[in-house]
Nanobody, 125 residues
Framework: EVQLVESGGGLVQAGGSLRLSCAAS????????IGWFRQAPGKEREGVSC????????YYSDSVKGRVTISSDSAKNTVYLQMSSLKPEDTAVYYC??????????????????WGQGTLVTVSS
């Protein structure tokens, strides 16, 4: 019943843009924070961005700040990650996940209450 489904990944050239979507179901959307992680082969999972649906506050990692915008559409129970000026180092599998707040979601070693299957973003040089 509780489910997150990512979409929007694909192959883009460096400098290009794409928008990832995270569709949520099975829980009260506005009670949760929804964030994006990414993981590249041989690298640790990295928290990318997050939005607290309770108040709209957001978080961005330094690696993507200025190139990424996270937004939430409560009517559609969907969170979007708009990415621009993409770099080859952005290549990774991107996952969305939900937890109580962004602060809780991105705590080290925290296992999110629910997360999706991931969508692959490949940025070519």
């Amino acid at each position: 019943e509780v489910q997150l489904v990512e979409s929007g990944g694909g192959l883009v050239q460096a400098g290009g843009s794409l928008r990832l979507s995270c569709a949520a179901s099975g829980f009260t959307f506005d009670d949760y924070a929804i964030g994006w992680f990414r993981q590249a082969p041989g690298k640790e999972r990295e928290g990318v961005s997050c939005i607290n649906n309770s108040d709209g506050s957001t978080y961005y990692s330094d690696s993507v700040k200025g190139r990424v915008t996270i937004s939430s559409d409560s009517a559609k129970n969907t969170v979007y990650l708009q990415m621009s000026s993409l770099k080859p180092e952005d290549t990774a599998v991107y996952y969305c996940a939900a937890d109580e707040t962004c602060a809780v979601l991105f705590r080290p070693l925290r296992f999110p209450e629910v997360w999706g299957q991931g969508t692959l973003v490949t940025v070519s040089s």
